[in-house]
C-alpha cells in the first residue's frame, strides 16, 4: 500500500496507535499490517506534534523567549494554512489537565540551561509536573469550529495568577504580530477558562488592568455609569465562560430533579433546562441523557 492508498480512516486508526502504543508500536504495525508510518502522519495530517514547553521559564526574566520560541513554532505547525475560510475573530481558551508524573527527556539545545536544572534538582527547587496547562484557539462562527492547541506546559498548584497572566499576554502579543496568527485568521477577542480561582484572577489581570484614560473622547459619558470601574484589557480583549464550561456548571447545579437555580424571580430547575436545550440546543434525548448522568462528571456534549 502506498502513502497515496490511505484514507482517513486508516491515518486516525495509525494515529490512535502512536498515541496509545508509542512509536515502536506504530512502527511493528507499520511493517506487518501496512499502517502509514510516523513521518507520513505528521507530514499528510492536520494533527501536529506540539512542543512541550518546560514549565521552568515561566518563572526566570529569560523565560518569555522560551514560550515564544515554543509558540511560534506550534503555529507554524497547526496554522500554516487557512483551509480557504475566511478571517474570524477568535476565542482564547486555557485550563489544567491532570497527568501522571512522569520523567521525560527535556527540550534543551544549551549547557548553561542543562547546568540550570541540574542546578535546581540538587537543591529541590524543581519537581515534576502534576497536570498540565493548556492554551489554545478556536474561530467564533456558525459553524462548528475545532480547537488548536498553542502551548502546552507543565504545571503543578505553585503556578500563580501572576505566571499565568504572563503566558496569556505572551500568546497575545505573539498572536497578534504573526504571520499564520491575527493577519491570516482573525484576532483574538475574548479569553475564557473555568472557574478555578487561579485562572480567574489571571484572566482579571489580563482583561481588567487597564484604567481608562480621561482623554478618551468617551469616558465622560461612561464615568455616569456607576457600576463601570472604566478597567479594560491593554490587548483589546474581553474575559468570558466558555459554552462548555458553562454548561458544566448548568449541569452540575442541577445534577438532581429537585436542584434548581433562582434567576431573578424564575426557579430553574433541571426539567426547564431540559425543555429550553430540547427546544433551542439542538440536542437529542440521548445528549441529554449523557449530559445529566449522575456517574460522569465531565462528560458534557456538546450542547
Known sequence: ?????????????AMLILRLGGDRLLYAMHKSAGFPSRSFLYKKMIATRATFTSSIHVQFKAGSFQ??????????????????????????????VAMEQRARYAPLTSTAAVDMYAEFVRKNKVHLASEALVIGVGAIRNESAPFIPLLVIPS??????????????VVLEVWKNHEYGEQLHGPIVTVSSDSASVYRKALTRVCRSHVMPTTVPWSHLLQNLDLFDQRSSVHGVMDCADDKHSAKRWRHCLKRANDSIRVFDTEVDQMILRDFLLLHG????????????????????AV
Open 67 to 96: 514560550i515564544r520560541a515554543d509558540l511560534e513554532r506550534n503555529m507554524c505547525n497547526s496554522l500554516r494554512e487557512d483551509h480557504g475560510r475566511p478571517r474570524s475573530p477568535h476565542v482564547l481558551m486555557l485550563d489544567g
Open 156 to 169: 503543578c498548584k505553585a503556578f500563580s495568577a501572576e505566571h499565568i497572566a504572563g503566558i496569556v499576554e
Open 282 to 301: 439542538k440536542c437529542s434525548e440521548a445528549d441529554l441523557e449523557r449530559l445529566f448522568h449522575p456517574d460522569d462528571n465531565q462528560n458534557v456534549p
Open 1 to 13: 500500500m502506498t502513502d497515496q492508498d490511505y484514507d482517513v480512516k486508516v491515518c486516525e486508526e
